[in-house]
């Protein structure tokens, strides 16, 4: 008798152990989603605005936004109507100062010079 007492008055204060466990690691986990989210946020904002800023060295007018797989391509002299070249911009922020593996593959494709132009004409698709 003594240890079925015992045992169910064990698991009632383990019960109630996990139940304040549960609640402090659901708030912790919480509190972590929200500070990412944010931190994520505060990154989206600061590459719109990053043409504004002075570290950004080329003519907002110039920047067009991709967002991915970079943040920007930047027609130097557009403005001016005279470009004289083009720029691939990612913008880092925060802890993320590595560019990701496809990144890293794209600019070493760009550096190779492995950039064309292609014109597609979509003749025939006139409404009339």
Known sequence: MGIILSFLYLRGRLAVQLERWKSEFEERIRQEVLEKSRAVLKGKI??????????????????????SPVDYVVFDGYREGEPKRVVFVDIKTGKSAELTPLQRKLKQVIEQGKVSWETVHLGGLESG
């Open 46 to 67: 600061g590459e719109q605005l990053a043409p504004l800023l002075p570290m950004f060295k080329h003519e907002p007018a110039d920047a067009r936004f991709l967002g």
